[in-house]
């Protein structure tokens, strides 16, 4: 089999970092022929410092890269074009594609990946399907998620056991120092964020990956600028500015911390599989859409929590998430959320079982795609 998936870049890593992950799980773990199709291939060496941004035609880890030249990619003839297609995440096959799919015989699985929600809708329009207006295409909708009516969410099989590996066991914020790391998009939330560490009466140490907060983090400290190997302290804090981790240093450094603050939404599911208390910093959508969505998945998550622990998650994820929160407010939030530091440990361990329990997207699109080729 072989699947061609397109991604443009929008903007951050969210994109390219999910589509990656799910190139290179099609072809190490289901042994899929795949060509990965990239706008910009400067973001995604970011993540992946392997890659050559300024080869047109690649092989990274056995996966086909491909830089994608929009609407100009020339056409290929019909056997050129993969057996799956992915339109990931609003990206759009150009044109002359679509011609030379629909000369395709048989046509090819045309898959629509759209993105990761929690809200109940998802479930009626995952595998929805569109027909194009003129040529004798198919869409299909396929929708990642936390139900069993969606597709799931993109998880490697080993995953698990590279974590237990990585990992020694440890009693959470062992030494009594609060290893967080600190991933988002800034504003004035951070200084907030950061005075209430500074001023807690115990020991924290940020881990703070190369990102547009570092910004607010300089600002704090009050310096000019924040570069990797910066190390700043005040109060009960310690600041370490960390380089872009390539994707699984992420993952290892999530591992490695009591709680995590991720974005968006690769992060945000990584954090999930760390199975440590993490904070959503959402990405925000013109006319506050995202409220919405950051609502429907504390709706899920917080499920497992007492009520009072889910109440603080609750809480601090608002304040997290508002342009411009107040510091005593936010900073009351996070003792909140802390104060349940064990029990949202504790659930965060079940409720990455439940989810695995959905089968993974990856595995689940394969099973959609086989069925209709
Ligand atoms: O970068 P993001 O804000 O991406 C967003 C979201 O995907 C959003 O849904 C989308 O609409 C928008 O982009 C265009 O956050 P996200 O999704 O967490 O992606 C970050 C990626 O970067 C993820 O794959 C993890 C990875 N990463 C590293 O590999 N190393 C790092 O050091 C860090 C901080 C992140």
């Known amino acids: 089999m072989r699947w061609d998936i397109f991604c443009n870049v929008v903007d951050h890593f969210g994109d390219i970092g999910a589509s990656w992950r799910l190139a290179r799980q099609l072809h190490v773990e289901h042994g899929i022929d795949v060509r990965l199709w990239v706008d910009d291939l400067g973001t995604f060496r970011r993540l992946c410092p392997e890659l050559d941004p300024h080869t047109r035609s690649q092989s990274v880890g056995g996966v086909g890269v491909r830089r994608w030249a929009g609407a100009d990619t020339a056409a290929p003839d019909a056997d050129g074009v993969g057996d799956v297609i992915v339109e990931a995440f609003g990206s759009r096959v150009p044109m002359p594609w679509m011609t030379a799919m629909a000369a395709r015989d048989p046509k090819p699985v045309w898959i629509n ?36 009516g969606t597709g799931g969410l993109l998880r490697e099989r080993d995953l698990g056991l590279q974590r237990e590996q990585a990992l020694p066991a440890r009693e959470p914020c062992a030494g009594n120092v609060t290893t967080v790391s600190l991933f988002g998009y800034g504003g004035p939330a951070v200084g907030a964020l950061l005075a209430a560490w500074a001023h807690s009466t115990e020991p924290v140490l940020a881990l703070i990956p190369e990102s547009v907060l570092l910004a607010d983090v300089a600002a704090f400290f009050g310096s000019a600028a924040a570069a990797v190997g910066d190390r700043f302290e005040r109060g009960a804090l310690s600041a370490l500015v960390l380089p872009f981790q390539s ?44 409220w919405a969505k950051l609502h429907a998945f504390h709706e899920r998550y917080g499920a497992g929590l007492s009520a009072d622990a889910a109440a603080a998650v609750r809480e601090f994820w608002r304040q997290w998430n508002l342009k411009d ?46 069925e209709r080729l």
């Open 325 to 370: 929160p107040p510091a005593p407010a936010l900073a009351t939030a996070w003792r909140r959320f802390w104060i349940h530091r064990t029990e949202i440990e504790k659930w965060g361990r079940e409720w990455a079982r439940s989810q695995v329990a959905h089968g993974d997207l990856a595995s689940n699109l394969v099973r959609f795609a086989s």
């Open 247 to 290: 994707q699984p240093q992420y993952d290892r450094l999530l591992w490695s911390c009591d709680c995590n603050f991720v974005r968006g939404e690769d992060s945000f599911v990584r954090a999930q599989w760390a199975e440590r208390p993490f904070v959503w910093n959402i990405y925000p959508q013109a006319g506050g859409a995202h």
């Open 113 to 148: 990946l759209e993105y990761l929600s929690a809200e109940d809708w998802v479930e009626g329009c995952h595998r929805l399907t569109s027909p194009h207006p003129r040529l004798p295409l198919t869409k299909h909708f396929f929708f990642p998620g936390f139900t069993a």
